[in-house]
């Protein structure tokens, strides 16, 4: 008997007891490989010494404070840490409490950014079909996964959607990257005119597609191409790297690898590591300035916006970053990951695609190498996957309805930071027996 309305009803979770490092202890005294970060969250792993010592401070210090009263110097000493290693052009700092927060702050703040401006008629949204960005009202319209938007439809605002840059999928053959690239990037220029182009106040994507599609970073000059038809008609350009950012792909921020700056950036997961809930809204300095000379505040708050643990636990992660120079790390281990994948699913039958960025991969299983096919839906083989790899005490992300929402599956890997060379061949090597033991009849 539970209290809790848990995620799967007719499947409760194991109970957690304990965690360090790597490994997840459950009440029976087994161990787990964390090898997702729950949802690429876990950047330094569990239990790291100085982001508990520096919650015991703040907590010594100053637990809370309403940020319609105060600011803290924790929450400051976060934004200026940010700011200073930030994509050129942000200057401020939104904090609240998760991704999803961050999500619907940023769409509220390009909507009063054309409202202070004198451009109230823009207000639409354009996003990309198999994107994820957060499960709040406002986000869940954005993000372009039917699955989660269909029995929530009716309560969702309107937003329009264009094709994702998801070569594996709808790259042509015999399409160079450059020429996909342009194709692809078209799509939101069309949609543009097609609604007005002085009607559409933003378009949002992730830099690196998370949890919806698996792993899927842009190819060729793609994201220079969107930033461009962005410029060109005067639309805000949101960048969703809740999942993909604050390290994950091999940068602090996943967009530096596509040479671009947004106009709002959104993270949250790895910025507090799991061991605070905390997320942020990065804006530039033309967007701070609008809300500046005009009403003089964001429309907009929370109660626990802003929270010193929260942000205490922020500041920590991210010194921990730069001092012991996981970037670095995430770099070395991530080619490693990706040689290990190779080597033990590049010819595997039921594996159509290895993809990612950094500590940011995962593979795509087909029935058919050769027309892409996807497994039937109703085999589940995602959860198939997943249950077997907890069975082997591995802890990876799966995920189906891959292709349309419905149609394929995918394990998305997403290990910490801190991850060595022997985690990695023993989390591909579990991975493995996993995937086979699920594809038997």
Known sequence: MTHLLHRSIHTPPRHAVAAKGLHF???????????????AVSCLGHA????????????DRLAYAHTGFF?????EELADTLIADAPEGLSHVYLVSGGSE?????????????TETGQPQRRHII?????????????LAAGGNEWRRAQFKPLLMQAHHIAPCFAYREQWAGESDAEYAARAAAELEAKILELGADTVAAFVAEPVVGATAGAVPAVGDYFKRIRAICDKYGVLLILDEVMCGMGRTGSLYACEQDGISPDLLTIAKGLGGGY?????????QKIYDAFAQGSGFFQHGHTYMGHPMAAAAGLAVQKVIRDDKL???VQAMGAELRHQLHAAFG???????????????AIELVEDRQTKAPFDPSRKLHARIKAEAMARGLMVYPMGGTIDGVRGDHVLLAPPFIVTAADVAEITGRLAEAVNAALQP
């Open 25 to 39: 202890t459950d009440s029976a005294g087994r161990d787990y490989i964390d090898a997702s970060g729950g949802a």
């Open 48 to 59: 790291h010494p100085d982001v508990i010592a520096a919650l015991h401070a703040q907590l």
């Open 71 to 75: 600011t803290t110097d924790v929450a």
């Open 102 to 114: 961050a999500v619907e702050a940023a769409l509220k703040m390009a909507r009063q950014y054309f």
């Open 127 to 139: 996003a990309r079909r198999q994107s994820y960005h957060g499960n709040t009202l406002g986000a």
């Open 276 to 284: 605070q809930p905390i997320g942020a809204t990065l804006l530039s």
């Open 327 to 329: 970037l670095d790390n």
């Open 347 to 361: 010819q595997h039958a039921h594996v159509g695609d290895i993809r990612g960025r950094g500590l940011f991969q």
